[in-house]
């Protein structure tokens, strides 16, 4: 029985979703932790591609158990659609086999009108979110006005609660903001009908996933987004609002630290981030231009182009640090093909020291130039290549390198989103 953290060791998009649905073959029970549908998490399946936004993964392998932990927050209209969708294309969604925590928070309409009313306002500094009331929900619930599906599902509390709240953010919609109120006849009838549908889901998964630990079973715990958006390690202020490093594994699925056994961090070869935010070592120009289109970089929720930069192994060395990776993932090597060049970042200069630490301030990180090593590229696709002794030596030179860098082995190497590009650098089996 092994229990495994699978996180974003980056900016998110690092094709997490993808390694998730490899490494479900192999667990009992996927588990995501944190976040909404800010997420998307993208899978190919016999050359079809699935985009989840809440839904675990592992919903795509038979036989696995889907869980939606206490911190992840839930827009129900998005998650029913998710669902519907999953079914048409023929996979098994249902009571069984999703089970959705009845701690975790709803998102409510007001907050996608705060979210984007928000960020309008900011104008240039604005944070870049995905309009999604990420931000709005996760505030809410520290502040103790926030809805949560146990709320949902209970007419009577969904009501009363719904009244307080509903009064108060309408106050702050309309004064602060300056936008239009939402009526509560209209949020409680449509909402109170997704509680109705969601019902038959919803249970205490703490309770659950402690219950199959004790019987033996294997937990991978999902993460979204990325550790260097991570509310409290992130770029601060330009993150998310949710714990998407590995801790967040366990507040977020009410399972305690003591039952993880292995930190899989997944890394692209090269570095992107979407949204504002310092990002040292990004690309500008044509090379950027040119890795955002051989990786198809456009994001999976809202299409907005990514910013690509080059691996950045300070930021890596930090993530492997608050998160204690204990192995990685490199995804998208492959999209390096072609490149004359390929660079690591190995230090930052600021204000003519180097420095090797990443920085908390995004002042100072903003500020930062980086310092990087080089070596050649390699010419030939990496489609069709099996083990990673047939990877053209410059590859290999670059995966050493960044096990050098970062001070962390490399297990898994991605070559390309559907499940056969893939290779091992030992055993796959936990
Ligand atoms: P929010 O999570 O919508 O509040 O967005 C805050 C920041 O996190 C913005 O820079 C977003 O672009 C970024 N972000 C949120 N979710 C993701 C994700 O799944 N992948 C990459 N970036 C994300």
């Not at 300070?314 to 993932?329: M, T």
């Not at 960044?402 to 297990?411: K, L, N, Q, R, S």
Request: aromatic share 8%.
């Amino acid at each position: 029985m092994t229990n495994i953290v699978v996180v974003g060791a980056q900016w998110g998009d690092e094709g997490k979703g993808r390694i998730v649905d490899l490494l479900a073959e192999k667990v009992d029970i996927v588990a995501r932790y944190q976040g909404g549908n800010n997420a998307g998490h993208t899978i190919v399946v016999d050359g079809e591609t699935v985009v989840l936004h809440h839904i675990p993964s592992g919903i795509l392998r038979e036989k696995r158990l889907s869980v939606i932990g206490n911190g992840v927050v839930i827009d129900p209209k998005v998650l029913l659609g998710e669902i519907d969708k999953l079914r048409s294309s023929g996979y098994r969604v249902d009571e069984e086999n999703l089970k959705i925590s009845d701690r975790s928070h709803i998102i409510m309409p007001y907050h996608k009108e705060i979210d984007i009313g928000r960020e309008e306002r900011m104008g240039a500094n604005k944070i870049g979110t995905t309009g999604r009331g990420i931000g709005p929900v996760y505030e809410d619930k520290a502040a103790r006005r926030g809805i949560k599906l146990s709320d949902l599902i209970d007419p009577e509390t969904f009501s009363a609660r719904l009244q307080t709240v509903l009064e108060e953010r309408n106050l702050y919609l309309t004064r602060v903001l300056e936008r239009e109120p939402l009526h509560f006849e209209t949020v409680y009838e449509e909402y109170i009908d997704y509680g109705e549908q969601l019902r038959g889901f919803v249970s205490d998964t703490s309770k659950l996933l402690n219950d199959f630990i004790a019987d033996g079973k294997s937990i991978l715990f999902e993460g979204a987004q990325g550790a260097l958006l991570d509310v409290d390690f992130g770029t601060y202020p330009y993150v998310t609002s949710s714990s998407a490093g590995s801790g967040g594994a366990c507040t977020g699925t009410g399972v305690s630290p003591t039952k993880i056994d292995r930190i899989l961090g997944v890394a692209k070869a090269y570095s992107t981030r979407v949204g504002e935010g310092p990002f040292p070592s990004e690309i500008h120009g044509d090379l950027g231009t040119k890795l955002r289109d051989q990786g198809g970089e456009f994001g999976s929720t809202t299409g907005r182009p990514r910013r690509c930069g080059w691996f950045d192994a300070v930021a890596l060395r930090y993530s492997a640090r608050i998160n204690g990776i204990s192995e990685l993932a490199i995804t998208k090597l492959d999209v390096l093909s072609g490149l004359d060049t390929i660079k690591i970042c190995v230090g930052y200069n600021y204000e003519g020291k180097v420095i090797t630490e990443f920085p908390s301030s995004a002042q100072v990180l903003q500020n930062c130039k980086p310092v990087y090593q080089e070596i050649d590229g390699w010419k030939e696709n990496l489609s069709n290549v099996k083990t990673i002794l047939d990877l053209p030596p410059s590859a290999r030179a670059l995966l050493n390198m960044i096990e050098e860098t970062t001070g962390v082995p490399i297990w898994i190497v991605s070559l390309g989103p559907s499940r056969e590009k893939v290779l091992y650098t030992r055993d796959f089996s936990l």
